[in-house]
């Protein structure tokens, strides 16, 4: 710890972080499941970095594939021209687009980060809308407990609340009713029953604002920040019937289900509801580098590109759109998950998974477990007046005990490297169990 540098001018605003630069944990080097921290031990991640390292950390593969691009073409502007690796890394990305070649969601652009797709996938949408002859649709409706990124898009139609106070948002964005109920919840395995009414949610949205002024809806197939929310059965689909009913584009946000989370290359492909654009990022590189890819259906793309009205004075797209290395990254990236069979590994675990993860239902304030592919939220009740404070104890005892994991409220977040091993899981569960217990 000798060469510890200062923490003061490296900043962010949100409670945690200052209660982090009091105590602080720093992560140094990683390699496979484990980080390891500043005073050299080994800590077990059980949140693949932020839901993004899902082949585990340190692959040489794409460090090497990153350092080759780098020392060949370092960077290429992304406006009118192109390079070679950022088209073959698009092909690729075709190939397992979401919802298999039939559902044609095969044009990508890219993006930086998560909340860049969000916001590049509801300026598409509400360009389509004018492409198409139908220009007053500008609204976007997002739902109560989402999260999209912190962009002026992602918080206009996500849930964070202090943001929505503070900040101005996108005019006419409104919010569907979240899709959970820890009290009718509570331990179900699969996904709840109840519910599938919450959808028609949207329906409201369009009795109370017109068809005519909504461009899009925006979910997370299963919110992940927000506290790792289980749709309940048909509530996807009833959307997307929705949606269509009225125009509206469905936008799945797989900026974390995305490459193999749930047990599929994509949340689309799990629940076979397949949306009008797709935003990913995290998995898109395994995290090693910053970039975002948006997925298109083909009608929207030819709709923007070659319809009569075709947005050609619509300007949009990053300085490192495309970027070499990350496009780099992103290939190896696949090659990864194609060799080592990661985009479907999750389902192989998922039973075992969840089997190891309700071993904790009885454990102290547990009050919810929610379990999906190798994702899992296990809820605690809150101590009165201080919501979130148990679970950041958990945290907190977690981390100095080797497990690495994530909490949002009082909502410990799960989601491991996609190769994690039996053995690990088990692991996970003994560290979190007595933490749990400590927290009381
Ligand atoms: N959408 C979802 C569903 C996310 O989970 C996140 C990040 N956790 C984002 C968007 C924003 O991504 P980024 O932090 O890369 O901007």
């Known amino acids: 710890k000798a060469n510890m540098p200062s923490l003061d001018n490296y900043w962010m605003p949100f409670t945690a972080n200052r209660q982090f630069k009091k105590s602080p944990r720093l992560l140094v080097s990683a390699e496979g499941m484990h980080y390891t921290a500043d005073d050299g031990r080994q800590v077990l991640d059980g949140t693949a970095g932020l839901w993004c390292v899902n082949a585990g950390h340190g692959r040489r593969q794409i460090t090497s594939a990153v350092e080759r691009q780098l020392a060949t073409l370092d960077f290429a502007p992304s406006f009118q021209m192109g390079h070679p690796v950022a088209f073959e890394f698009a092909e690729r990305l075709a190939a397992i687009a979401p919802g298999g070649p039939e559902a044609k969601l095969d044009r990508v652009f890219y993006t930086g980060s998560g909340s860049e797709s969000v916001d590049t ?18 609204r976007v409706i997002g739902r109560e407990r989402g999260y999209h990124g912190v962009g002026f898009g992602g918080i206009s139609v996500g849930g964070l609340v202090n943001n929505r106070r503070v900040f101005p948002l996108l005019p006419g964005a409104d919010h569907m009713r979240h899709t959970h109920d820890p009290a009718r919840n509570a331990f179900s395995r699969g996904l709840p029953e109840h519910g599938a009414d919450l ?21 997370e197939p299963v919110a992940g920040s927000t506290g790792v929310l289980v749709p309940p059965k048909g509530y996807l689909e009833r959307l997307r019937d929705i949606a269509t009913r ?20 994509f949340a689309t492909d799990y629940f076979g509801v397949i949306p009008d654009l797709v935003t990913t990022a995290k998995g898109l590189t395994n995290g090693a580098i910053p970039m975002g890819a948006v997925f298109a259906k083909r009608d929207v793309y030819d709709a923007l590109m070659t319809g009569p009205e075709a947005a050609i004075e619509l300007f949009h797209g990053y300085t490192y759109s495309g970027h070499p290395a990350a496009a780099a990254a992103g290939l190896a990236t696949l090659d990864i998950y194609e060799s080592e069979g990661l985009l479907t590994r999750g389902a192989d675990l998922a039973q075992e998974w969840e089997d190891a993860i309700f071993t904790l239902k009885d454990a102290p304030n547990v009050i919810d477990i929610r379990t999906i592919g190798l994702v899992a939220g296990i809820e605690l009740s809150s101590r009165p007046g201080a919501v979130g404070a148990r679970a950041y104890d958990v945290f907190v005892d977690a981390f100095k005990k080797g497990l690495l994991i994530r909490v949002t409220g009082d909502v410990i977040a799960l989601s491991p490297p996609l190769i994690i091993e039996r053995e690990q899981i088990g692991e996970i569960v003994s560290v979190l169990g007595d933490a749990i217990k400590r927290a009381e």
């Open 121 to 138: 996938a509801l300026k598409i949408a509400i360009a389509y809308q004018r492409a198409i002859g139908q220009g007053t649709r500008t």
């Open 199 to 219: 959808a028609d949610d949207l329906e409201r949205m369009v009795a109370l604002h017109g068809a005519e002024t909504i461009a899009a809806v925006i979910v």
């Open 246 to 265: 009225h125009g509206i584009l469905l936008i799945f946000d797989e900026v974390i289900t995305g490459f193999g989370r749930l047990g599929t290359p």
